[in-house]
């Protein structure tokens, strides 16, 4: 079992930054990707930025070039670095993290979520 904590969302004015931060723990040696995603009221959850074992980043379109997903191996954590953020923003943002076993099987866990507000 994979347990994700995402934590560092909060308030903040448009132009603003916030930096999330996503800690998985328990079998965490099978993970092999984890991401971000996020979901507003009324809007279906859509993909933020993902980042695998080997470094390989993917974006969404409405983050790129503001957004920065990176990891800590060592402490089995990731980080999304928001930058420029726009009203358009505002969401939960929930972690997840991807695990393959030996027998092929993957599973994906998912965090509580992180509010992130962006208001002026």
């Known amino acids: 079992q994979v347990q994700i904590v995402e934590s560092g969302g909060g308030l903040v004015q448009p132009g603003g930054s916030l930096r999330l931060s996503c800690t998985a723990s328990g079998s965490t040696s099978n993970i092999y990707a984890m991401g971000w995603y996020r979901q507003a009221p009324g809007k279906q959850r859509e993909l933020v930025a993902t980042?695998?074992?080997?470094?390989?980043?993917t974006y969404a379109d409405s983050v790129k070039g503001r957004s920065t997903i990176s990891r800590d191996n060592t402490k089995n954590t990731v980080f999304l670095q928001m930058n420029s953020l726009k009203p358009e923003d505002t969401s939960v943002y929930y972690c997840n993290a991807h695990s393959r076993w030996v027998t092929g099987v993957t599973t994906v866990y998912w965090g509580q979520g992180t509010q992130v507000t962006v208001s002026s």
């Open positions: 980042i695998d074992n080997d470094g390989s980043t």
